[in-house]
């Protein structure tokens, strides 16, 4: 791999180049990946190997349950005793028949996903690496902030994307995960807490690109806005995403009240194209014409996030530049300080920088935040930790 170099100022790394060409390159190998093991997936659940309750389909539960002479109406109890009532065994499921039980405990897991690491931070951040039914491991995260019970999910295993500062895109895409496979990392979180507590929001900020597993992702949303389930609210629930326009736009016609944030990093398209490479096929001006439509059609406000990558977008001139393509929008800027990441050549901006961009912003009467760290000493930024416990392990990076 090779390393542009900054010419104006050498010592400043650049941005790595061969992403731009390899990106989209990855990302239609790993599509092609990903629907083969959808596919594979699928027959798994007609050939009858183990599948987690969330993602069992309801006709193969229907068959399933009237071969044993039961009604359709076992699904539901069974759901809710894991999205409910934290059941984690089918043992502990005491209103459903012990012979059932033995059956189910035969046939499905009641969560596929298995720990397989835990770490919590001081600040009571917890994180969980969630080795999934193939063996391959996802991300979520736990944060707790006064009262609200944040969970910060997954939606794909890896991602295609190529943002050149991301821990998560480094290997490219894998997989898109289930339905129920997004839904479980909610259920693992929420079983953290206290019985008293339940998760209040959801940030679909961990690993993968949201927006390119929508169909996927709708399902989980709408059944963890289930009151009889997790219950939480589509205004609750922020979708991040690298701005694909027709899926912010399909997304928009879903008819749900969820927050959009938009990823959007640069003020200007050469910039743009070379921390996310999507951009050269997208272009800003149509990132920003989805979401605008996004708000017309939601009512809903449109969050823009900015990674503030040191020496590379944080300068005066840029946080300008930003103020003059918001102006005029009803949005809200999130601006992300750089979480490092072990390889990359990437820095947080210094905090005069970081102040000077907020107030340039501020002056322009555009409404900023900074993103508080959480977590830092855990890895809790996207794919940090899956990268560094597989790199530990190289064989499972396979
Ligand atoms: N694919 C989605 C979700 C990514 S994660 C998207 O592009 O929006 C949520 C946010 O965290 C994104 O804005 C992403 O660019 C940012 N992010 C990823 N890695 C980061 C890092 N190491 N430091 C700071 N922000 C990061």
């Known amino acids: 791999m090779r390393w542009h170099r900054n010419r104006s100022h050498p010592g400043r790394p650049e941005i790595l180049d061969l992403r731009h060409f390899t990106g989209i390159l990855r990302y239609l190998v790993a599509s092609a990946c990903s629907y083969n093991e959808d596919m594979q997936r699928r027959s798994l659940t007609i050939t009858g190997s183990r599948l987690g309750v969330l993602d069992v389909p309801e006709a193969t539960w229907r068959t399933w349950l009237s071969e044993r002479g039961e009604l359709p109406m076992r699904i539901k109890q069974i759901r809710r005793w894991i999205l409910a009532r934290r059941a984690e065994s089918f043992e502990v499921m005491t209103d459903v028949p012990a012979a059932l039980r033995r059956d189910l405990a035969d ?200 990674v503030l990558l040191g020496g590379i977008n944080d300068y005066p001139s840029h946080a300008r530049q930003l103020a003059g393509l918001l102006r005029g929008r009803k949005a809200h800027v999130n601006l992300i300080p750089f979480n490092e990441v072990a390889g990359l050549p990437y820095r947080r901006p210094g905090d005069a920088a970081l102040a000077h961009f907020v107030a340039l912003l501020r002056q322009a009467g555009i409404s900023v935040k900074v993103r508080k760290r959480k977590g830092s000493e855990i890895e809790a930024a996207c794919g940090q930790l899956r990268r560094q416990l597989l790199s530990a392990v190289p064989a499972a990076e396979g």
């Open 107 to 306: 046939r499905f897991d009641p969560l596929a996903s298995r720990i397989s690491a835990h770490r919590q931070a001081r600040d009571g951040t917890h994180k969980l690496l969630l080795t999934l039914s193939d063996g391959r491991s996802v991300e979520c995260v736990l944060i707790q902030e006064d009262r609200r019970r944040t969970a910060c999910i997954s939606t794909q295993v890896g991602c295609g994307m190529g943002c050149v500062f991301c821990a998560s895109g480094l290997n490219g895409l894998e997989r898109n995960l289930t339905a129920g496979e997004i839904l479980e990392q909610l259920v693992r979180l929420r079983n953290l807490l206290p019985t008293d507590e339940r998760l209040t929001h959801i940030v679909v900020m961990g690993m993968g690109e949201p927006l390119a597993n929508l169909d996927a992702l709708l399902v989980a949303l709408k059944e963890a806005g289930d009151r009889q389930g997790l219950g939480i609210g589509a205004r609750h629930i922020t979708i991040s995403t690298v701005g694909l326009p027709s899926k912010i736009r399909q997304l928009a016609e879903a008819g749900k009240e969820y927050q959009l944030a938009v990823s959007l990093h640069a003020p200007n398209d050469p910039l743009r194209t070379r921390i996310v490479p999507t951009n050269d096929r997208i272009g800003l001006q149509e990132v920003l014409s989805a979401a605008d439509e996004y708000f017309r059609i939601t009512g809903r406000q449109v969050t823009y996030e900015y």
